[in-house]
């Protein structure tokens, strides 16, 4: 006499639930023989030997493929370009969560002195109505005063930093033009005009 233990499941409302059923085969039928695994069609063995055959591609894929390899150099520049730009732009992100904590915890008096300051500002940019080159050059100087007022002591600093920086620009530059002047006084280098010979 066999017994089987199978297992079942409820309806989706007792799906958690499962429970045992033992079944026992009835006293009249005659036993039956075992069949083997070897002989159940579902563990049957193919005779022969088979072979991996790769298929051939169909115009879809062709067509992705080719879209692929001509979007590759755009996509590994766009890569290439975020990988650069992505600490850049997650500093300015720190700077700018920084900014706001200062925003919002000002010192007393920073709001107003601000004000003061961008107002200077507009004052140089309508004092230089009518030339670019006052344009770039009054409202950055008002500014600048006016921040110098509030801020000496930042001011001097950043007036000795400019300056040298400016000192060593000029120095740069009149270097470079001595060379350059020097280069063309050579008398190899000047070229014949058309009246001599």
């Not at 026992?24 to 005659?30: C, E």
């Not at 298929?55 to 590759?72: A, D, G, M, T």
């Not at 002195?113 to 230089?128: E, H, K, N, P």
């Not at 600093?157 to 040298?164: H, I, K, M, P, T």
Request: proline share 8%.
């Amino acid at each position: 006499m066999y017994k089987v233990i199978q297992r079942s499941v409820g309806p989706a409302s007792l799906s958690l639930l499962t429970f045992k059923v033992y079944a026992v085969p009835k006293k009249d039928s005659p036993p039956k023989n075992s069949v083997k695994v070897d002989e159940l069609s579902l563990y049957s063995v193919p005779k022969g030997q088979s072979k991996y055959v790769e298929e051939s591609r169909s115009p879809l894929e062709e067509s992705i493929s080719q879209l692929r390899h001509y979007c590759e150099p755009y996509t590994s520049w766009c890569q290439e370009t975020y990988s650069q730009t992505k600490p850049k732009m997650q500093s300015l992100v720190q700077w700018g969560l920084d900014s706001y904590d200062y925003l919002q915890n000002a010192p007393p008096g920073f709001f107003p002195r601000l004000g003061v300051i961008g107002f200077a500002g507009l004052i140089g940019l309508f004092l230089a109505r009518g030339s670019k080159i006052k344009k770039l050059v009054y409202p950055p100087g008002f500014m600048g005063l006016a921040a110098s007022l509030y801020y000496p002591q930042q001011a001097i600093v950043f007036a000795q930093v400019s300056g040298e920086r400016l000192y060593d620009w000029g120095l740069r530059g009149y270097i470079v033009i001595e060379d350059l002047w020097k280069n063309f006084q050579k008398p190899g280098n000047v070229k014949n005009s058309p009246g001599t010979k």
